[in-house]
């Protein structure tokens, strides 16, 4: 052992494989027998997803995913992360239930995945989309519980619980063209809490906020996380986002035929934090694999090994 592995290892104390790097993409069967042959049935299920959208001429069109294999068990927090345009949202449209792959399975307790469903919350890129113009910050929140017939005084209890969680405390009353991008979006959060789907499937939602409020969600998810056991599924460009919050680090390819180039196992207890020297030296090894994407082989596992 090297004298850098020496300190690491008293760094981490008894997490001896903080970053680790888990496997490559398979390019053939042994990833998928190898995931069979675990007793436990994930909770999400994606095997050989592919990709491809219409174009004007059919044919034409590049895939956009191709060979996507991922595990989402219960409780799990993972992280898809690669570079704008590589098609992550795509992924998480299809695991939605909003947009159907043109290839291979996407599965929810074993049953395929065809349209949205209550269990599956999401949090779009781009809150425009998402929040209704026509109700105020608290209806918005209060929709998902209204709809499943919750009477007035605990749904309204429940938004406001949530609109004080993401800090829109006294804007309640306000429409969503009198709110920021940002408060936009942090109320298009706070419905998908105020919703307690089981799976919470996330593109980009701190994306359009301020650093300061980014971190404050970012700490709220996690604590959100924690405390109740749901499963999510986050898509994010930034890496440290994704140490920050990720249980598994999913490295994609670049488009066209993107698919999952790299998995990571992030075993820094929560609450994180940027200072935490340990998150310093693990941001700089992923940042290394980011950068040089699929050229690079992985430096951690063998520190790892
Ligand atoms: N509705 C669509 N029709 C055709 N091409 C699309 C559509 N949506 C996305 N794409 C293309 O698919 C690729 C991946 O897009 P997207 O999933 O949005 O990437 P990301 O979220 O990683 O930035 C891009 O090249 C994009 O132009
Ligand atoms: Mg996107």
């Not at 491809?52 to 991922?70: I, N």
């Not at 005084?153 to 009198?178: C, M, N, S, T, W």
């Not at 310093?280 to 040089?292: C, E, K, M, S, T």
């Amino acid at each position: 052992m090297s004298a850098t592995n020496a300190t690491n290892a008293t760094l981490e104390g008894a997490l001896p494989a903080p970053l680790a790097f888990v496997r490559e993409t398979p390019r053939d069967a042994t990833w998928r027998n190898a995931a069979a042959a675990r007793d436990i049935q994930p909770l999400i299920r994606i095997r050989d997803v592919e990709m491809r959208y219409p174009g004007e001429h059919s044919g034409e069109t590049a895939k956009v995913l191709a060979g996507v294999h991922l595990d989402i068990h219960e409780g799990e927090f993972h992280v898809l992360l690669g570079p704008s345009g590589c098609g992550k949202s795509t992924l998480l449209n299809i695991i939605a239930g909003l947009l159907q792959q043109t290839g291979g399975t996407v599965t929810m307790r074993g049953k395929a995945i065809q349209k949205p469903g209550r269990e599956r919350g999401m949090v779009f890129q781009n809150a425009d989309a998402a929040i209704f113009p026509w109700l105020t910050v608290l209806e918005n929140v209060e929709f998902g519980p209204r709809m499943a017939a919750v009477n007035k005084a605990e749904r309204r209890a429940i938004a406001q619980k949530y609109v004080d969680l993401v800090g829109l405390a006294g804007h309640e009353g306000k429409f969503p063209h009198e709110l920021s991008g940002g408060m936009k979006q942090r109320t298009q959060i706070a419905r998908l809490l105020a919703n307690d789907s089981a799976v919470l499937v996330m593109d980009e939602p701190f994306g359009a906020l301020d650093a300061h409020t980014r971190r404050i969600m970012q700490n709220e998810l996690a604590r959100t996380w924690r405390e109740t056991g749901k499963t999510v599924v986050f898509v994010t460009h930034d890496i440290q986002e994704a140490l920050l919050l990720g249980q598994w680090v999913h490295i994609m390819s670049r488009a066209p035929a993107a698919r999952i180039h790299k998995t990571y196992r992030v075993e820094l207890p929560y609450p994180r934090s940027e200072t935490d020297p340990r998150f310093i030296r693990l941001l700089a090894q992923l940042q290394g694999h980011f950068d040089f994407g699929v050229e690079r082989e992985p430096a951690i596992a063998e520190e790892a090994a």
